[in-house]
């Protein structure tokens, strides 16, 4: 490890930094590695037996890989949920593919830049890595759109569409930005637009503030949202497999709870570890107090994405769990060829 992937592993793992058994993917003898090395610096990991790389170059793809292989359990059991819905995800399907997603490629069309060959290759460049290395085929079309506000929107089923505000790319660096677009790719593999785009739907009608149409779209609205959140989970788990590089990972988390500074100078500039220190603090503040849990719960119910620092504990539990790795040394579910039979999810 150099430097500086010295001091994040400190940072992260100051005490009994976490280790796993991984099988090796050449001759399957199991190597334990220590699992900041091997998530900051996985090129150096080699077989002990064999002398094969045990993980994945930087930017290998992962083949055939599903999105059940990274989908977060309380994403997953939230899905099952809405989609047990008699008739309601088909009717949502038929609806977003012939009216929502054609009127979104108009507003991307008629109000934001689209990128290509000829237009911002570079971002086109940066989707690319995400998404390849991510395994996925399905090339989305991508747009820049102007907003104060950083942020990355992901539509459409039949045809995806992502819109990258400006504010996000003054503020971010391209591995950051890499770690963003794998995550918009992430919640299009593992099919989230859909109850995106409906609990987008409900927001705007209870915006109408009509309390009849509020009574009843209120308990849905809130059943998506809680779900939405549980996505957003899952996406930056493909942020992190897309990206390779959990310091970007990290780092986006920050600069989105920081707000958009423009003219960014040292003065200004945030720093990763006081922060996971606050998500630390606040983990054990939830973890030892009812009333905190409580508190927290009516603070998120209300909001489509959850919290950053929540993010980032959800994201290193994931990490020091070693499933990040297993994946990274080829080990994880995937997408049956065509005519295979599709197994029946856990
Ligand atoms: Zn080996
Ligand atoms: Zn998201």
Known sequence: MDESQQRLAELLWPRNPPSRLI????????????????????QSCRCGACGEALFLGRDEPLDGLASA??????????????????????LLRWILANVNERMFHLYAMSSTVACGDQQFPELVA???????????????A???????????????????????KAALLDQMDDQEVVAILAHEMGHLHA?????????????????LRSAVVSAFSMPLQLALYKWARCAELTADRASLLGSRD?????QVHLKLAGGFRPGTNSRTRLKLG????????????????????????????NRSHPFATWRIMHLLQWVENGSFLDILAG??????APGEPVPSPS
């Not at 820049?144 to 995806?160: H, I, Q, R």
């Not at 006081?274 to 009516?298: H, T, V, W």
Request: include cysteine; charge should be positive; glycine fraction near 4%.
């Open 23 to 42: 099988p090796c993917r050449h001759c399957r003898k199991k190597n334990r590695v220590s699992i900041p090395t091997a998530v900051l610096d996985s």
């Open 69 to 90: 292989a990274y989908e977060h359990a309380l994403d997953r059991n939230s899905l099952k949920t809405l989609r047990s819905l008699p008739g309601f995800p088909a």
């Open 126 to 140: 940066l989707l690319d890595l995400a998404r390849t290395r991510l395994g996925i085929t399905v090339r989305p």
């Open 142 to 164: 991508i747009f820049l759109g102007e907003s104060p506000f950083m942020n990355a929107m992901t539509m459409g089923v039949k045809d995806p569409v992502i819109v990258v």
């Open 191 to 207: 099919d989230h637009i859909l109850y995106q785009t409906m609990a987008r739907l409900l927001f705007v009608i209870g915006s």
């Open 246 to 250: 959990l310091r970007a990972c990290l």
């Open 274 to 301: 006081p922060f996971i220190e606050q998500a630390r603090k606040l983990e054990n503040a939830e973890n030892s107090s009812r009333l905190d849990n409580l508190f927290m719960m009516l603070l998120t119910m």
């Open 331 to 336: 080990n994880y579910a995937r997408t049956p």
